[in-house]
């Protein structure tokens, strides 16, 4: 099992460009989770999936960030027009409702920096 | 206030001490604790999990629960180098509902 994958691993873009963050989760599992990680904040849950259906975008900073799931093996999350206040590790996560309570797989993360 | 507050250190004690890493929730509806372990540049990675109140053991790590104080703790007996890493507790109310999570706390162990 290759695990959770996102790309790309690094990202530096500047500010007002378009960002997409892509995730790959385990095969079968069907929730995605989207986190971002900063110094100040810590782990802060973003949106999550449940069988591609988006549950709970409430953590969604603002319009300019937005994430789909087209299909059970894909989904993107996406910042348009990013800002350096964006710079963060954003992490992927999947998991089954059968895999037991913390059952959760996390990517090794997108290390984005907008300048 | 966070739901889940944990002391973001850094924390550096020399090999073979008792760590003990702790956190506090406000929500009384979490019925699932976890610890997480991340190392520098990789994704976090599950460690134990403990449901209510209680102790539980495995190996080296023990993690306790009490939901009368809302009290998430960690304690690493004999730590190694190896166990130098960013600790996060997390909790959620069960079933696949999100994960909330602690700042975590950086731990370092000394040779």
């Known amino acids: 099992d290759a695990g959770v994958i996102q790309s790309p691993r690094h990202e530096v873009t500047e500010m007002g460009q378009e960002v997409t963050l892509r995730c790959k989760p385990i095969?079968?599992?069907?929730?995605l989770f989207w986190y971002r990680q900063t110094m100040m904040r810590g782990l802060e849950l973003l949106i999550y999936f449940n069988n591609n259906v988006p549950i709970d975008d409430s953590g969604m900073p603002e319009d300019r960030f937005s994430a789909k799931m087209p299909n059970a093996s894909f989904s993107t999350l996406k910042i348009q027009p990013s800002e350096p206040r964006d710079s963060a590790v954003y992490f992927c996560a999947s998991r089954t409702r059968d895999s037991g309570t913390g059952g959760y797989t996390f990517g090794s993360g997108t290390r984005l920096t907008v300048v | 206030q966070k739901e889940v507050e944990q002391d973001p250190g850094p924390l550096s004690v020399p090999e073979g001490a008792i760590v003990s890493l702790n956190c506090t929730y406000s929500?009384?509806?979490?019925?699932?604790f976890m610890w997480y372990r991340q190392y520098s540049r990789k994704g976090p990675e599950l460690l134990m999990y403990?449901?209510?109140?209680g102790n539980k053991e495995d190996g080296r790590f023990t993690a306790q629960v009490d939901k009368s104080s809302k009290y998430i703790s960690l304690f690493i007996r004999d730590s190694q180098p190896s166990d130098s890493a960013t600790y996060l507790c997390a909790a959620t109310t069960g079933g696949a509902q999100k994960l909330v999570f602690g700042q975590g706390t950086r731990l370092t162990i000394n040779p």
């Open positions: 929500n009384s509806a979490f019925q699932y």
């Open positions: 403990t449901y209510s109140s």
């Open positions: 095969s079968g599992h069907d929730y």
